[in-house]
């Protein structure tokens, strides 16, 4: 991955968190199927205290307060204060929700431990998965239960690895790191099961969650490709292009989602994501 691909939790607190803050409306469209699978999922009972990770704008925190009710509690956290001041003006007004800026990994976080633990793709970016996962069990009960979402293998994710293939025909784009923190870091499901394994999680769960994506919520081919451009991790080397190379970068991205439009006209791009379960041991 380029440098800007290679997203560790000190990312977020700087321009990786400007920019989603900048497009948060276009990725909460975009991650909205895989957020509603997640929490189905989990389907949170009523009265139960639950923990957010990385929960940036605070959907599946909002959402997991509804299903916990008034004699719930949830905590979303996450490293950026810039997600996080957002994530609190959009929960103005729900009691039973809470923001704690920390690096879950590492920081103590008020109310633990909690009886469950959800994100959507907010594990991904950890530089030694096995101690931040076991950090992340002892922030449970014995016993209690996680819930994950986090990318499938890249081949199967072409709303975004389709677009980077597309720009590395004019760009020098580093092969990928499988084992750098970013968003496809637990793509592999043996590796992810021996992870939460070691890290003392038992009764693990992983099962694929198949569906469509519209980049940035985008209705046309055009919008996807200024999305990618701007948006996703590749869009440093992109922006730091001269202007004929971008111009053609974005020329063939719009050539490449105009292959994944429906009969209605809309955008549907192939995604594979990971829905993870798993409980802490007593």
């Not at 007004?93 to 990994?105: E, H, K, Q, S």
């Not at 590492?106 to 793709?121: H, K, N, Q, T």
């Not at 998965?129 to 009960?141: D, E, K, N």
């Amino acid at each position: 991955m380029t440098k800007g691909e290679q997203v560790g939790p000190q990312d977020w607190q700087g321009e990786r968190g400007v920019r989603w803050l900048r497009d948060m409306a276009g990725f909460e469209a975009m991650l909205q199927p895989l957020g509603d699978a997640l929490m189905a999922r989990a389907a949170l009972a009523a009265g139960e205290r639950v923990i957010d990770i990385g929960c940036g704008g605070g959907w599946t925190s909002r959402t997991a307060a509804i299903q916990v009710g008034a004699r719930g509690a949830v905590c979303g956290v996450d490293i950026s204060a810039l997600l996080l001041g957002e994530a609190a003006r959009r929960a103005a007004g729900i009691p039973n929700l809470t923001f704690v800026r920390a690096d879950a990994a590492v920081d103590a976080i008020p109310g633990a431990p909690f009886d469950r633990m959800i994100s959507r793709l907010g594990v991904m970016f950890f530089v030694d998965p096995v101690a931040a996962f076991s950090r992340l069990r002892r922030l449970l009960v014995p016993g209690g239960w996680v819930d994950w979402a986090v990318w499938g293998p890249k081949e199967d994710n072409p709303w975004m690895f389709g677009a980077r293939e597309v720009a590395g025909r004019h760009l020098e784009l580093p092969a990928p790191d499988p084992g750098a923190p970013g968003p496809f870091t637990l793509a592999d499901r043996d590796r992810l099961a021996d992870l939460l394994a070691a890290a003392g999680f038992v009764d693990i769960e992983i099962v694929e969650h198949r569906h469509h994506v519209a980049v940035g919520g985008a209705a046309d081919p055009a919008a996807a490709a200024d999305f990618a451009a701007s948006a996703f991790f590749f869009a440093d080397a992109i922006e730091a292009a001269d202007a004929a190379t971008r111009a053609a970068i974005h020329e063939d991205l719009i050539s490449f989602y105009r292959d994944f439009r429906t009969a209605d006209g809309r955008l549907a791009v192939p995604a594979r994501a990971w829905l993870v379960r798993a409980a802490a041991s007593r």
